[in-house]
């Protein structure tokens, strides 16, 4: 009996002393992949293929600028989860980490630097031609993206693309909502 109690406690121990998870959606702390801890949705990063790759393909894409450690691009990773669940493989959607675009010169088009302005988060749609539809800094708005990967992709825009607003579902996890 002992033999089976003593694991059993110790674990009780250890888990008692181990001090819980600090993630948080409200500041500039380093939490992990944004991506999946906040927006449920860990398949965006890395990204499915870089800019160059897109653009040499003619494809549309949608670039996104952000950081892990930044409360702005945490509260906006669902709205990156939700233009994948929207568009899918209409789009190359591209989140990048600008900590590697930071002091450094730009090599052109094909370079993620030649887009960012230096804040956080942005959001670039481009054409398959490589023209800039939208470029807004920001937590902006799935409903303001939206119009612009549907003239990028020549798709025409359902009504049931319109959302609402957010709703968090856990203290965590925030989920874009549509009107009802």
Not at 129 to 156: F, K, M
């Amino acid at each position: 009996m002992g033999a089976v109690l003593a694991p059993l406690l110790t674990l009780a121990v250890i888990l008692c002393g181990v001090n819980p998870a600090l993630a948080s959606l409200t500041n500039n702390t380093y939490d992990g992949n944004i991506y999946a801890l906040y927006a449920g949705n860990g398949s965006l990063v890395p990204p499915r293929s870089s800019l160059a790759q897109t653009l040499q393909e003619h494809r549309p894409a949608v670039l996104v600028f952000y950081l892990d450690d930044d409360a702005a691009s945490k509260q906006f990773s669902p709205v990156v989860s939700e233009l994948q669940r929207l568009w899918g493989n209409s789009i190359e959607l591209i989140p990048l980490v600008t900590d590697p675009l930071q002091n450094r010169p730009e090599t052109g088009a094909g370079d993620p630097a030649h887009y960012w302005h230096g804040h956080i988060p942005q959001v670039v749609v481009l054409d398959g031609e490589g023209r800039v539809l939208l470029d807004a800094e920001g937590p902006v708005s799935v409903d303001r993206i939206n119009p612009a990967v549907s003239q990028a992709t020549g798709i025409p825009l359902p009504d049931s693309f319109q959302s609402s607003g957010s709703m968090s579902f856990n203290e965590l996890n925030t989920e874009v909502i549509g009107s009802r």
